[in-house]
């Protein structure tokens, strides 16, 4: 499916003026030629980019320039393009702390070197320009042992290594790849039709439904996190892969036509920060069957989280929030099948890909295919869901919850990729939220300690949304009324919803009694955990524990907590539930943190002075 797509993808964006040969190529140096193929200097090419992280400050990134040259060889032998841009060809050269040598174990920088003077200096023999004879004559001047120690190397120092050059004449004008006389020369080598496979060498491509010759070796793919050299997405060397004596790839049949357009065109889309985005050790990429769809991809990249892409760098977090919000009530209004002035199709059918790098393999996690419009439509949902506060519409997007899934403790830990998968895959479906999501984040609020100075740290509005979200979206999925709202429910008798709240008044009283003492620990330091799953092993102890806090506060005040606390045992019917399921837990949690949210955003002494103590 995923290869079917991107070879469908490759054909709308035809328009893009790529002629077959040739292929994107990002160069970090220009080398300034002399008309004596001499090097005059090497300069460097690359831009400053101003873009927004996750925390909304704004960094800088150097990024390379982005040329057209000759289709690049894919093999992993020694094997030199036309018009090279690997430092090890051009230069015969590595780079060591004491400088630049040619002497390697294996002498691969000087059998490289000379692979590409031959290759070269045979397809430039009979073509003439300024640039093509300058580069020619540098071909056949340039002797490794004797350039060790160029100025113009020197200077590039550690950058030297994996960096990507392209050529030029001094002042930076004729850059080689766009000269005409070579341009002519190229396309006539290109030009030249293959010869006739054999009737027997066809198959039926299983993508394009035509006999053609079948790839042997797929394509490498620049994939973000894997091989500097490049992944594979079908690739079978070993013998336990093959069947009916068929070898390598021909066991796919997949035609060599197809394999250069879906290679193309996911190198194409991994390499623009439009079409991807890396959450944790996943990597998404995504786009939309039309010739233009940066509005769409602009849309869902935004919903991944920060960083933002180019064409919103520099604005502001809350303006970034602000358009989306807008761009989500209009597309799920109903009835909307075109927004013109965002550029967005409801209609564009919308391909989201999640993937992982194996070693030299990609995997993909999963494929999700839908009309834009549908997408909007259960992301917008998805945000209803994870929303704990009715007054709160800004984005969660899923690089935070990935985030609140680890240890905040841990500078190592990631969020497995088969969790953040199904997760996404829920999102984008609009089903239940897998059970591993429930309890991960469950877990996590019993577990973690909030710090000296941040006490939203085991538990804040991201991780009560999740919980919520996940509740809620069982309950919808058994045609069950949605059990947790926005904020405290009076009518919400369920035990372990009112065991969580019962516990945040006794934490308040806590609190309270101890003021303007600020408390280095509180019950919820010591207890929450246990309640959280044993609440009548705790929560009796705690009953005991308030009515001494009680004592301490004013006397309309412990009237008011008095009240609460008998109106929530009313409900338990005087009595605490003695384990809680993973579900149960989960409503303890919403349940403390809407009766938290509901004492210290109104002084619950109404009447009396007003609460001036600080939210945790």
């Known amino acids: 499916m995923l290869i079917q797509a991107l070879c469908e993808y490759a054909d709308k964006q035809l328009e ?25 200097d090497i300069v460097d090419v690359r831009t400053k980019e101003v873009y927004t992280d996750a925390r909304g400050k704004e960094k800088n990134r150097i990024l390379p320039k982005t040329v057209i040259l000759p289709e690049r060889t894919q093999k992993t032998c020694i094997d030199s393009n036309i018009i090279e841009h690997r430092p090890l060809y051009i230069f015969g050269l590595n780079y060591e702390k004491d400088g630049f040598t040619p002497e390697d174990k294996t002498q691969k920088a000087r059998k490289s070197h000379a692979a590409f003077v031959k290759a070269n200096l045979a397809f430039f023999e009979d073509i003439h320009s300024e640039i093509c004879d300058a580069y020619r004559r540098f071909l056949e001047a340039w002797e490794p042992e004797r350039m060790s120690e160029h100025p113009a190397l020197s200077k590039l120092g550690k950058d030297y290594k994996g960096a990507y050059f392209g050529f030029c004449l001094e002042g930076l004008r004729c850059p080689l790849e766009e000269d005409e006389a070579f341009k002519a020369a190229y396309s006539e080598y290109t030009s030249v039709p293959p010869e006739e496979p054999a009737e027997e060498t066809t198959v039926i491509c299983g993508i394009l439904g035509e006999p053609l010759t079948p790839a042997r070796i797929h394509d490498k793919v620049k994939f973000p996190g894997g091989n500097t050299t490049g992944c594979v997405m079908v690739g079978m060397k070993e013998p336990a892969f093959e069947s009916y004596g068929k070898t390598q790839s021909y066991n796919s049949n997949i035609s060599e036509r197809a394999m250069k357009q879906y290679t193309s065109a996911m190198n194409r889309l991994l390499s623009d920060r439009n ?44 303006r970034a929030d602000a358009k989306l919000d807008t761009l989500g009530k209009q597309m799920t209004g109903g009835g909307v099948t075109h927004l013109p002035e965002q550029g967005l199709d409801e209609d564009a059918t919308f391909y989201i890909v999640g993937m992982t790098p194996n070693s030299s393999r990609i995997c993909q996690k999963f494929i999700w295919r839908d009309s834009f419009g549908n997408i909007v439509r259960n992301l917008q949902q998805h945000q209803t869901d994870l929303r704990i506060h009715p007054d709160t519409t800004r984005t969660i997007y899923f690089s935070q919850i990935a985030k609140e899934l680890t240890s905040p403790k841990s500078t190592s830990e990631k969020a497995p990729p088969p969790l953040m998968s199904s997760l996404m895959l829920a999102a984008l479906q609009g089903t239940p939220y897998p059970t591993a999501l429930l309890s991960t984040i469950v877990r996590r609020v019993k577990t973690d300690s909030d710090g000296e100075n941040d006490h939203t740290t085991k538990l804040n509005d991201v991780r009560a949304g999740i919980i919520k979200a996940c509740l809620n979206r069982k309950s919808r999925s058994q045609n069950r009324k949605e059990e947790i709202k926005m904020a405290w429910d009076e009518t919400n008798q369920n035990p372990a919803y009112l065991c969580g709240g019962l516990f945040a008044v006794y934490e308040k009283i806590q609190k309270d009694s101890a003021a303007p003492v600020k408390l280095n620990r509180t019950i919820k330091d010591s207890y929450f955990a246990s309640a959280c799953s044993c609440p009548s092993v ?7 524990l308030s009515q001494n806090h009680v004592k301490k506060l004013k006397e309309n005040t412990a009237v008011f907590y008095q009240k609460l606390i008998n109106a929530l045992m009313n409900g338990l019917e005087g009595g605490f539930p003695s384990t809680l399921s993973l579900e149960d837990q989960g409503r303890f949690i919403v349940g403390y943190h809407q009766m938290n949210s509901r004492l210290y955003t109104k002084s619950p002494e109404q009447n009396t002075e007003p609460n001036t103590e600080q939210e945790d």
């Open 275 to 318: 079409h991807y985005k890396t959450i944790e050790d996943l990597v998404l990429m995504y786009f939309a069957m039309k010739s233009d769809d940066s509005a769409e991809c602009e849309w869902f990249g935004a919903q991944l989280g920060y960083p933002m892409p180019d064409s919103l760098k520099g604005q502001d977090v809350k």
């Open 538 to 544: 705790i929560l009796p102890r705690l009953e005991k």
């Open 16 to 40: 893009s003026n790529i002629p077959e040969g040739w292929q994107e190529q990002n160069i970090h140096f220009r080398i300034l030629l002399t008309p004596e193929g001499e090097i005059a």
